[in-house]
């Protein structure tokens, strides 16, 4: 890894694709490395230890996902999805099986390179949970269990903080549904969503959250939850 200039591996057996997000990105002054194969692409990352991981699903000689297993039994480097696959099962299992996020093409460059931002700056916190998150006027303090919204303290059940704060410890990254429910609720309760549904509708209403125009908690459909970082 280096701190000057973070490095981002792409893995694509498209070369056009490669070429263009290799020119958006070093133009935002990441050193870009490509692969277009999965052998190569986890060679690479063995070798150059990239910052970040672009994936492509789609790949001629493996899929992704099992890319994405390979890599995940030695590395924990952030990996960003870039496929075609749009359907939202496709998504839940790649999200579950490791990726830290998942974009579907044809994309928009600018959300794709705030995407990229949100990993790199929470890779580069070392791993490490920060005591307080803020998300605008929106404030979580870990140490005290304390939720904030412009300065002023909001009362939240426990299943609502839980929920919030497990958003929050992945601020800008979408929570999968079954990662909500399997951690507030159990593993018991992973089918459980109308929980997980009425806990989300109350934090809103204390937010003051449109539902249809969130501030705050975006819903990322058939997915899961994602707490915007503002």
């Known amino acids: 890894m280096t701190s000057n200039q973070p490095s981002i591996l792409v893995i694509d057996d498209e070369a056009q694709?490669?070429?263009?997000?290799?020119?958006?990105?070093?133009?935002?002054?990441?050193?870009?490395?490509?692969?277009?194969?999965?052998?190569?692409?986890?060679?690479?990352?063995?070798?150059?230890?990239?910052d970040l991981v672009v994936l492509?699903?789609?790949?001629?000689?493996m899929d992704g996902?099992?890319?994405l297993d390979e890599l995940r039994e030695w590395s924990q480097v952030p990996v960003l999805v870039l496929s075609v696959r749009a359907s939202e099962g496709e998504k839940v299992l790649t999200l579950d099986s490791g990726a830290n996020d998942y974009v579907t093409?044809?994309?928009?460059?600018?959300?794709?390179?705030?995407?990229?931002?949100?990993?790199?700056?929470?890779?580069?916190?070392?791993?490490?949970?920060?005591?307080?998150?803020?998300?605008?006027?929106?404030?979580?303090?870990?140490a005290y269990r304390r939720v904030s919204?412009?300065?002023?303290?909001?009362?939240?059940?426990?299943?609502?903080?839980?929920?919030?704060?497990?958003?929050a410890r992945h601020l800008g990254r979408v929570v999968t549904q079954q990662q909500l429910l399997k951690e507030v609720w159990g593993p018991s309760h992973v089918q459980d969503s109308h929980y997980l549904r009425v806990v989300v509708g109350h934090l809103r209403q204390k937010?003051?959250?449109?539902?249809?125009?969130p501030q705050f908690i975006v819903t990322e459909a058939g997915i899961g939850y994602r707490l915007r970082e503002l």
């Not at 290799?22 to 133009?27: E, N, P, T, V």
């Open 65 to 67: 996902k099992d890319v």
């Open 56 to 61: 492509d699903l789609g790949l001629p000689d």
């Open 105 to 142: 093409k044809p994309f928009a460059i600018q959300e794709f390179l705030a995407r990229v931002r949100v990993l790199l700056r929470q890779a580069g916190a070392g791993g490490q949970q920060e005591a307080v998150v803020q998300s605008g006027p929106l404030r979580l303090d870990f």
């Open 17 to 50: 694709i490669r070429k263009f997000l290799r020119i958006s990105l070093s133009a935002q002054g990441y050193k870009v490395i490509e692969a277009g194969n999965g052998t190569e692409g986890l060679a690479q990352a063995a070798l150059a230890r990239p």
């Open 207 to 213: 937010l003051g959250d449109d539902p249809s125009a």
């Open 149 to 167: 919204l412009d300065g002023v303290e909001i009362a939240l059940t426990r299943k609502e903080y839980a929920v919030l704060a497990l958003l």
